[in-house]
């Protein structure tokens, strides 16, 4: 029997976490707290939100979901532009706004705005819920998904 292991059980006050490491993390936890609260205080302008850029670029669509993967997209008159019936990333991008619009109890089938702004992003936003999603951060393949719609 190992009794180095049934000693640290008998004996409470030797630790298993070392000492040092709980005073870094509580430091770490202070220096954060501390940070936050500077800037609360302080009325700190957030510097993680992307500059308003002119939009280059605008079109609104209507995504229609049909079934597990298909998805239509139609102009804002109903015209319709595509019919995926595999629609990859634009099916996953419209089920994500489905599921936006259920919580807030509007029709799914208003338009969505599809923006491409001067400093590159693109994005999808519904003025609807106030849902978006910038297209960029989901890769290059899915960005040219979009890219596509907008330039039909």
């Known amino acids: ?63 229609q979901g049909g079934g597990a993967q298909a998805v239509k997209v139609l102009a804002a008159d109903g015209t319709l532009l595509l019919d995926l019936p595999h629609g990859g990333f634009v099916t996953v991008v419209q089920n994500a706004m489905e599921t936006q619009r259920l919580r807030h109890g509007v029709d799914k089938l208003l338009p969505v705005r599809l923006v491409s702004y001067a400093n590159g992003r693109l994005t999808l936003e519904d003025p609807e819920t106030g849902w978006s999603v910038e297209l960029y951060g989901f890769g290059s393949d899915n960005e040219a998904a979009f890219q596509r719609l907008l330039d039909n």
């Open 1 to 63: 029997m190992d009794t180095k292991a049934n000693d640290s059980m008998r004996h409470p006050d030797k630790q298993m976490i070392p000492t040092a490491l709980l005073r870094g993390m509580l430091a770490l936890v202070l220096v954060a707290l501390a940070l936050t609260t500077y800037a609360a205080v302080t009325d700190r302008p957030k510097e993680g939100r992307p500059e308003a850029a002119a939009v280059v670029k605008e079109k609104a669509l209507i995504l």
